[in-house]
């Protein structure tokens, strides 16, 4: 199995990146804007037409963000699984997004409000937490490509011994009538 697979090309590294930002920018500004400011006493700005339209963007991003973890499927989170590479911060970065799904479902969906203001701190607490997570997982990925990129380089003595053998034989060849 080749590490290729793994490493996501860079239009779908910066999709992931773009829409893992933009759904935690929305959500924190909701977040604020209508459960924070009110309960420090600022409920005009709770009342802005921006709140239901960055609860709108949220969600879309959401739903951007199950086809960018579709994509993933495939090659990046089959290979690193296949190949137990990076597994338990691969593996934290899926279960927070099955749990960010199971959260976000009950926000919608759930009428009971007990289990639905639950639901919605759970959301929020992941939410904030996440990119932690998603770095993370990132940065853990490149340390573990780098250490298998440096273990297969070549060292300065191999270089030179190559590069000696190689003077050797067209020395040689030369030699030849």
Same mark, same amino acid.
């Given at each position: 199995?080749?590490?290729?697979?793994?490493?996501?090309?860079?239009?779908?590294?910066?999709? #992931?990146?773009? +829409?893992? !930002?933009?759904?935690?920018? /929305? %959500?924190? &500004?909701?977040?604020?804007?209508? =459960?924070?400011?009110? *309960?420090?006493?600022?409920?005009?700005?709770?009342?802005?037409?921006?709140?239901?339209?960055?609860?709108?963007?949220?969600?879309?991003?959401?739903?951007?963000?199950?086809?960018?973890?579709?994509?993933?499927?495939?090659?990046?989170?089959?290979?690193?699984?296949?190949?137990?590479?990076?597994?338990?911060?691969?593996?934290? #970065?899926?279960? +927070?997004? !099955?749990?960010?799904?199971? /959260? %976000?479902? &009950?926000?919608?969906?759930?009428? =009971?409000?007990?289990? *639905?203001?639950?639901?919605?701190?759970?959301?929020?607490?992941?939410?904030?937490?996440?990119?932690?997570?998603?770095?993370?997982?990132?940065?853990?990925?490149?340390?573990?490509?780098?250490?298998?990129?440096?273990?297969?380089?070549?060292?300065?003595?191999?270089?030179?011994?190559?590069?000696?053998?190689?003077?050797?034989?067209?020395?040689?060849?030369?030699?030849?009538?």
């Amino acid at each position: 199995m080749r590490p290729d697979g793994i490493k996501l090309w860079a239009l779908q590294r910066w999709t #992931v990146y773009v +829409t893992f !930002a933009v759904l935690f920018a /929305t %959500g924190v &500004a909701w977040s604020v804007l209508h =459960d924070g400011l009110p *309960r420090l006493g600022h409920d005009a700005l709770s009342e802005l037409s921006i709140v239901p339209m960055l609860l709108e963007l949220h969600g879309a991003a959401a739903m951007l963000v199950l086809i960018v973890l579709g994509s993933l499927i495939p090659k990046h989170i089959q290979w690193a699984w296949n190949g137990r590479i990076n597994r338990f911060t691969g593996g934290l #970065v899926l279960a +927070t997004q !099955a749990l960010f799904i199971g /959260t %976000g479902y &009950a926000l919608y969906y759930a009428g =009971d409000e007990a289990f *639905r203001a639950y639901a919605s701190n759970v959301h929020l607490v992941l939410g904030l937490g996440f990119p932690l997570v998603l770095v993370g997982h990132i940065i853990m990925g490149r340390r573990h490509r780098a250490a298998i990129l440096a273990a297969s380089a070549p060292t300065r003595e191999e270089i030179y011994a190559d590069f000696a053998a190689r003077a050797e034989e067209m020395a040689r060849k030369r030699r030849v009538p």
